[in-house]
């Protein structure tokens, strides 16, 4: 699951990237409106962070920018302007969340999990679908109750995308693109039916399923 950080601090910025992707997120960095900007025309995001104050602009003139064209990608607002004031304009610019600094990166991964559940429906920890069940906070899965398995990081990210979009077919190129970050080297797409194969010896073979010359989808019921 790929998430967009606009922040313009080097140091802020490197611990950000670390923390999110510690717990289990991909994250491509922009220091500007204007690399935000390209990134978002070529790139799907599943959520992005945002600072207010930007060398080349205002986050929230982004921010509306995107809202105006329809885009619908959960925004949480990360800033060091505090004020009431600040909050209701930020919000009623259409960011979904409001953080000010200094915070605790605990709270900020809480409020990226509940955005990113809220996006997609699931309101517990414990995402459940078809009788899946995902633990996110230990990376675990089991299925109809049965025994839990605990799963590798790209295994748990993978698993938690198809759980995020059922019944949407996934291409290759589109799940790696989830899975790897613009400054990691490209991997294969090969690599992907390798971890669909991991993935099925959890789930039995009729959860994930192949749609020849497409993707792969997780089937609901």
């Known amino acids: 699951?790929?998430?967009?950080?606009?922040?313009?601090?080097d140091l802020l910025a490197e611990s950000l990237v670390e923390c999110l992707r510690d717990n289990g997120y991909r994250v491509d960095l922009a220091t500007s409106l204007r690399v935000a900007t390209?990134?978002?025309?070529?790139?799907?995001?599943?959520?992005?962070?945002?600072d207010l104050g930007l060398?080349?602009?205002?986050?929230?003139?982004l921010l509306k920018q995107w809202r105006k064209q329809g885009r619908d990608l959960p925004v949480l607002i990360l800033t060091a302007r505090d004020t009431w004031e600040d909050k209701v304009v930020g919000l009623e610019g259409g960011a979904d969340d409001y953080m000010t600094k200094p915070f605790h990166e605990a709270e900020l991964i809480a409020r990226v999990m509940a955005l990113l559940r809220r996006k997609s429906g699931h309101l517990s920890r414990e995402l459940m679908l078809n009788g899946v069940s995902l633990d996110e906070a230990n990376q675990r899965v089991r299925?109809?109750?049965g025994t839990w398995h605990s799963l590798t990081g790209t295994e748990f990210l993978l698993l938690r995308y198809f759980m995020h979009h059922p019944g949407r077919v996934l291409s290759k190129d589109h799940l790696l693109n989830q899975l790897y970050t613009l400054d990691q080297d490209a991997a294969a797409p090969n690599l992907i039916e390798v971890y669909i194969a991991r993935l099925r010896r959890y789930l039995g073979k009729?959860?994930?399923?192949?749609?020849?010359?497409?993707?792969?989808v997780?089937?609901?019921p």
Do not use: C, N, W
């Open 218 to 220: 997780f089937v609901t």
């Open 1 to 9: 699951m790929k998430l967009l950080l606009l922040e313009d601090d």
């Open 206 to 216: 009729s959860i994930i399923q192949t749609r020849r010359g497409q993707g792969y």
């Open 143 to 145: 299925v109809d109750g």
């Open 55 to 61: 060398p080349d602009g205002s986050g929230l003139d």
């Open 38 to 50: 390209l990134l978002t025309a070529t790139e799907h995001y599943e959520l992005a962070i945002l």
